[in-house]
């Protein structure tokens, strides 16, 4: 199923939802494309020394949302409000 997912789709519906005054919403704006990492888990950010002085993963929080039509999506957030990749809970 991961082939069908339009990612661009997927940020511009995480856009939508997020508050106006979000710093999160307009890093997601410029956002760099990722890859998958798996079956469920797209990945922005490369997580390979997650939570390590310098690395690029300093994760922050989790921020569930509920898609029409893909389910649950679970948005990794890092330090300085970076999307570090979108597990799709549906997928697992």
Do not use: R
Request: proline share 4%; glycine share 6%.
């Amino acid at each position: 199923m991961k082939l069908d997912i339009d990612i661009q789709n997927v940020i511009e519906f995480i856009i939508y939802i997020l508050p106006e005054d979000s710093i999160l919403k307009c890093n997601l704006e410029n956002i760099s494309p990722g890859k998958w990492h798996s079956k469920a888990y797209y990945q922005f950010v490369d997580s390979t020394h997650a939570n390590t002085p310098g690395s690029k993963w300093i994760f922050k929080e989790n921020i569930i949302l509920e898609h029409p039509k893909l389910g649950t999506l679970v948005l990794d957030i890092l330090e300085k409000d970076q999307l570090g990749g979108i597990e799709f809970y549906e997928l697992l």
